[in-house]
């Protein structure tokens, strides 16, 4: 025989208009009673003592300490916290046969019925352990999620039961709060928020709710704020809280995003103060110019590169709420360059026709059954260019932008939430590739499979870098690049471990004979020659001066080439190469040169010096061609492409 003692001021009958057992005639109130307790399977009886309910009970219940009970509660938790509900109420069913008066058990139950998606079921059990204990608190607190999507009202009473009996617990006040949050009361669900985060730092439920609160309110840093505070404590391995994550990690992202809309012009302020920083650290004068000719959002003519007196960092004003990172990126490439070059260890990686002779080579069998099989026509050779090339870039830019952005997140924290939104971006487009059917079955397997273990390795670089707070290696790890991409990381890791500046060139090499594509570059060491010091074709003054000619001798080689392939530009342009090694003499505008590929014509060494520009751009257009013609090209492009 078992008997219970209940007060009945906190009994529960009806939720929504719970009856005053106290102020019913007795025989009302033990009617009600009884039908509360009718799922007792045994005999029992109902009387009231003073305030208190009696219920005697014909059960055999075991000892909840049994070593069999705690053992099957042991294995029903663990299965619920790995998801695996159905197990779980199978257990608590075993359990239940043997102890059918443990108010836990029949409240875990109901909590595995809901997680099922069997909220009358849920409700059913959960009201028993209600009947059971009705001050129990967790149940109260899953009775309030049952009604919180049907009735607010009946919700928040159940929510506001549970607190008073638990006023500490965040589990309760998280719900409490979110259920004001909803209501628009967030001054009071921002303190119960705060509540449940002192008892518990890491409960991410209460984190992600203050974070949204905010949000509602505008009040973006401060949502930011509350996840990076999550974010640092240990993660919950309880698989039910993994949804819960995945919304953090979505809101982390838009609050970010949200602060640089409310004021871009704040971050671009910064870059020009960094700007000014990086140009009186180098002694280079830095020029940031609006371009959106070109190819990329933003890109650095470093001075040397082009025998210039000054960096040139040329960008797309048309996505402000990057465009602060991109410049932020392509300023850290100076820095980094400028550094590696006063120790004396400054490379420059080219290609050239040994470098892509060997890339074909590799990638042969897979061409010429693209050509057999007629799929790109006569685009075939500019693709075959334009991957070759878009994966030498890849391989050159991934260590380097592994050291700019982990350079760029420690050194300058006011520039994190535009790098999060460019970051972001980055790793969806990257992911065009992964998941476009068509590029799959287009792209030559090694550069294919080269491609996604950079894409993989720059994901799980970058989640590294944000420590929990983005999780962009998600999609790859299912895939096959998965495990060469950490490996190209752990690379990357041993380099910063005493990292000199120049290493990141030798991190290529390394990358690079990972990836089997140690033969499709090279490197050509930076001799430091001052601009002024520099002849001939180098003479930035005068090819300032030619621009004009330069821009409409430009436009004259895009429209000669615009229906040429590849193998009919090349020789053009290799003829020309050959030329300029004896010296192209570009002051005179004579015409007084002559090709053997373009027979019947004569032309001057600017002439010629455009033609062997403009080719190579489309051919090979990571090939440094010993001038510079950036500006006289762009202009160039800018007027044939209205033209078109």
Not at 609 to 619: H, L, N, P, R, T
């Amino acid at each position: 025989m078992v008997t219970l003692n209940i007060p009945l001021r906190d009994i529960i009958i009806d939720p929504k208009n719970n009856p005053d057992l106290l102020s019913l005639p007795e025989a009302e109130a033990i009617a009600l009673l009884k039908e509360v307790f009718a799922f007792l399977d045994a005999p029992f009886s109902v009387s009231i003592e003073g305030e208190t309910a009696v219920i005697e009970a014909n059960i055999d219940s075991a000892d909840p300490t049994d070593k069999n009970i705690v053992r099957l509660r042991e294995k029903a938790a663990r299965e619920a916290s790995r998801g695996r509900y159905s197990r779980a109420v199978k257990l608590y069913d075993q359990i239940l046969a043997q102890a059918p008066l443990l108010v836990e058990i029949r409240r875990d139950k109901g909590m595995s019925l809901l997680e099922m998606g069997q909220p009358a079921e849920a409700k059913e059990i959960i009201r028993q352990a209600l009947a059971l204990n009705p001050t129990e608190p967790y149940s109260l607190l899953l009775m309030g999620n049952i009604y919180f999507q049907t009735s607010q009202e009946t919700a928040e009473q159940f929510f506001t039961r549970a607190a008073r009996f638990a006023p500490e617990d965040p589990y309760i006040l998280s719900n409490l709060a979110s259920l004001l949050g909803k209501q628009e009361k967030y001054d009071e669900a921002i303190t119960l928020f705060k509540q449940a985060l002192a008892a518990d730092p890491g409960y991410p439920n209460a984190g992600f709710g203050l974070a949204l609160v905010y949000m509602h309110q505008e009040q973006y840093e401060k949502a930011i704020g509350v996840l990076d505070a999550l974010f640092a404590q240990p993660s919950s391995v309880d698989i039910r809280s993994e949804g819960v994550y995945q919304e953090a990690w979505r809101l982390y992202r838009q609050a970010n995003q949200e602060l640089v809309k409310a004021n871009p012009e704040k971050y671009m302020a910064y870059v020009r103060q960094l700007r000014d920083t990086v140009d009186a650290d180098g002694g280079v004068e830095i020029e940031l110019v609006p371009d959106n000719s070109i190819g990329t959002m933003a890109v650095a003519e470093i001075a040397w590169h082009h025998n210039r007196s000054r960096h040139v960092v040329r960008y797309k004003d048309s996505a402000p709420t990057i465009v602060p990172h991109l410049l932020a990126h392509e300023l850290e490439h100076i820095n980094l360059e400028t550094a590696a070059r006063q120790a004396d260890n400054n490379r420059f990686f080219i290609t050239n026709p040994e470098t892509r002779e060997a890339a074909e080579t590799a990638i042969l069998p897979e061409i010429s059954k693209l050509k057999r099989s007629g799929a790109l026509g006569d685009m075939l050779d500019t693709f075959i260019n334009r991957i070759i090339s878009g994966l030498t870039n890849q391989l050159f830019n991934l260590p380097l932008d592994m050291m700019i952005e982990h350079a760029l997140y420690h050194n300058h924290p006011e520039l994190r939430p535009v790098q999060l939104i460019s970051l972001t971006q980055t790793m969806a487009d990257n992911l065009q590739v992964l998941n476009d059917s068509q590029i799959k079955r287009l792209t030559p397997r090694l550069i294919y499979n080269a491609n996604l273990t950079m894409n993989a390795a720059y994901a799980v670089f970058t989640d590294h870098l944000y420590n929990g707070r983005t999780n962009f290696t998600d999609p790859y790890e299912s895939t096959r690049y998965l495990r060469p991409g950490r490996a190209l990381f752990s690379l990357w890791l041993e380099t910063m471990e005493d990292y000199q500046p120049g290493d990141e060139y030798d991190l290529v090499d390394k990358m690079a004979d990972q990836l089997k594509l140690e033969d499709w570059y090279a490197w050509r060491k930076d001799e430091k020659r001052p601009a002024e010091e520099v002849g001939g074709t180098t003479n930035e003054a005068l090819l300032k001066e030619k621009e004009p000619a330069a821009v409409m001798y430009c436009l004259s080689a895009l429209q000669r080439f615009e229906n040429l392939n590849r193998d009919q530009i090349f020789p053009i342009v290799s003829e020309i190469a050959l030329l300029g090694q004896r010296g192209l003499d570009y002051a005179d505008p004579d015409q007084k040169y002559t090709l053997n590929n373009i027979p019947g014509e004569q032309f001057s060494g600017l002439q010629l010096m455009c033609f062997m520009y403009v080719g190579f751009k489309d051919i090979e257009p990571t090939l440094d061609v010993g001038f510079d013609l950036s500006s006289s090209y762009q202009l160039a492009l800018q007027l044939y492409q209205e033209d078109r």
